[in-house]
């Protein structure tokens, strides 16, 4: 076996691994062999080899080129010329290979994340369900709130669906799978235990719940919210920091939002009086992306066009905070 017949064996197991039968390896097995598959096939590529799996094609054409050379002989007499005689004939055969692209699992496949968009849309309507009183894991809270709203009316809840779903498309496009703690924005509830319940149930590898705030008009800006140890949470205290600090910086970077002048320090405020921190046993954070009560910062919030560069920035810190822990806990 050549060398280029055991690197494409490689790429071709590892693959398949992959692909038909994706619950034989851990996820963070899978994720490691889903970036490495690439890595694979381009080295493979530099190497002259050609690296196929059943999700790659390779063509090779054949063309012969025949030369003919002709070469006169001596002349036998001065004055009598012999008939030329054909030289040798040299044939060139040109293979070139055109290969389409190989088959590659994107960044994020095997991971969970958890998104949960804050409140929801019909939450006005049962006021006596959503003020039912919960244990947050330190205190009574009431189940959720109704959440804020801009000046002109246009909801929290909605805002917080928007971008869920817009982060859902982004993360899904990754590779991941997404978990949504609601899929409509017209229903009551789920209270604020369930909705870390949720992320907790599906074992997720990041959980993120979305809000903007309702503050003081004349405040502006986002902050990350993250877990105080209390005990159930104690384990993922330093991920979901490290959560938190990937996803102040790409909001930070990719929006146009300023980090809150009012809230947190320097974008950043623990909090240990919210059920969904308090709650979770997988890394997670709450982002208010803005104050709705503030003029400016509204006029940003209610833009579908700001939603979509909001769940951007999200879906690229969630990326960067995942690969990051994949790369150090094998």
Same mark, same amino acid.
């Given at each position: ?13 590892? &693959?398949?691994?992959?692909? @038909? ?20 096939? =381009? ?66 496949? =095997? ?32 189940? @959720? ?127 240990? &009086? ?22 400016? @910062? ?33």
């Amino acid at each position: 076996m050549t060398d280029c017949d055991l690197v494409q064996s490689v790429a071709v197991a590892t &693959d398949s691994a992959l692909s @038909d039968r994706p619950t034989v390896l851990p996820r963070a097995w899978r994720s490691a062999l889903a970036l490495t598959i690439p890595l694979v096939v =381009g080295v493979v590529s530099i190497s002259g080899c050609s690296a196929t799996s059943g999700h790659a094609h390779a063509t090779t054409v054949q063309s012969t080129t025949t030369t003919t050379t002709t070469t006169p002989t001596t002349p036998t007499t001065p004055t009598t010329p012999t008939t030329p005689t054909t030289g040798a004939t040299t044939t060139t055969t040109t293979t070139t290979t055109s290969e389409a692209a190989p088959h590659s699992l994107s960044a994020l496949h =095997g991971m969970v994340v958890t998104i949960d968009p804050g409140h929801n849309g019909g939450n006005f309507s049962d006021p006596s369900y959503i003020g039912t009183l919960i244990w947050n894991g330190r205190e009574n809270e009431t189940c @959720d709130t109704t959440g804020t709203a801009t000046a002109s009316g246009y909801t929290e809840a909605q805002f917080n669906f928007n971008v869920a779903q817009d982060l859902k498309t982004d993360l899904e496009a990754e590779g991941a799978s997404v978990v949504l703690t609601r899929t409509t924005n017209t229903g009551v509830g789920p209270c604020v235990t369930q909705r870390a319940a949720i992320g907790n149930n599906a074992h997720s590898d990041a959980a993120i719940s979305i809000h903007a705030d309702g503050g003081p008009a004349d405040g502006r800006g986002f902050a990350v919210l993250e877990p105080v140890a209390d005990g159930v949470n104690d384990a993922i205290i330093t991920p979901s920091q490290e959560l938190g600090a990937d996803v102040r910086s790409s909001f930070l970077a990719q929006t146009t939002m300023p980090i809150s002048t009012y809230d947190g320090t320097d974008g950043v405020a623990p909090r240990d &009086d919210l059920a969904g921190l308090n709650l979770s046993t997988v890394p997670k954070v709450l982002i208010e992306c803005g104050n709705m009560r503030n003029a400016t @910062d509204a006029a940003l919030l209610v833009s579908p066009a700001w939603q979509a560069q909001a769940a951007h920035a999200l879906s690229s810190g969630i990326t960067t905070f995942l690969l990051s822990r994949l790369l150090s806990h094998p």
